[in-house]
């Protein structure tokens, strides 16, 4: 009975390996995705300048922030643009992640607070839920954070 465990010892099941692999090209395409995703959407909010950053940036009302709306514009902004990319390039993940995740709420707290309702509100929730499972799971081993060795904290994945 020997043989590789998980392949001639339990025949049709998968082996571990087999299953590590699927997750971690899993996770690269939807790092992929949704990180091109967002960095088509916040580029040309990123080059909007001051005046985009600011209407922006008065989402942040929704937390009683009302003043330097273009900073926390330019800062949503920038999240999604360089956001995207690291997602793309698995690099600085879990940071980027938490960053993208609030700008999701605020996002979706702003849609709900303005009246627009759930339907509204539901693509930021939405978002915001996959930026959670991308803190908790990481983004597998394709990704330049691994490559990188300074870069090659567990957390940071």
Not at 69 to 92: D, K, T, Y
Not at 129 to 143: E, K, P, Q, S
């Amino acid at each position: 009975m020997g043989g590789k465990p998980g392949k001639a010892m339990y025949p049709g099941r998968i082996a571990m390996s087999d299953n590590r692999k699927a997750m971690d090209v899993a996770l690269l395409v939807l790092r992929i995705g949704i990180g091109l995703s967002f960095l088509v959407h916040g580029v040309p909010k990123l080059r909007g300048g001051p005046e985009t950053w600011g209407g922006l940036g008065g989402a942040m009302s929704v937390f009683g922030i009302n003043f330097v709306p273009a900073f926390w514009g330019f800062m949503a902004a920038f999240a999604e643009a360089v956001g995207g990319a690291a997602l793309i390039l698995g690099v600085l993940l879990r940071p980027f992640a938490c960053i993208m995740c609030f700008t999701m709420l605020v996002a979706a707290l702003m849609h709900l607070r303005v009246g627009q309702g759930f339907q509204a509100a539901s693509h930021a929730i939405e978002m915001g839920v996959v930026f959670v499972f991308l803190i908790l799971a990481g983004g597998g081993r394709y990704g330049l954070g691994g490559r990188v060795k300074f870069l090659r904290a567990k957390w940071w994945q």
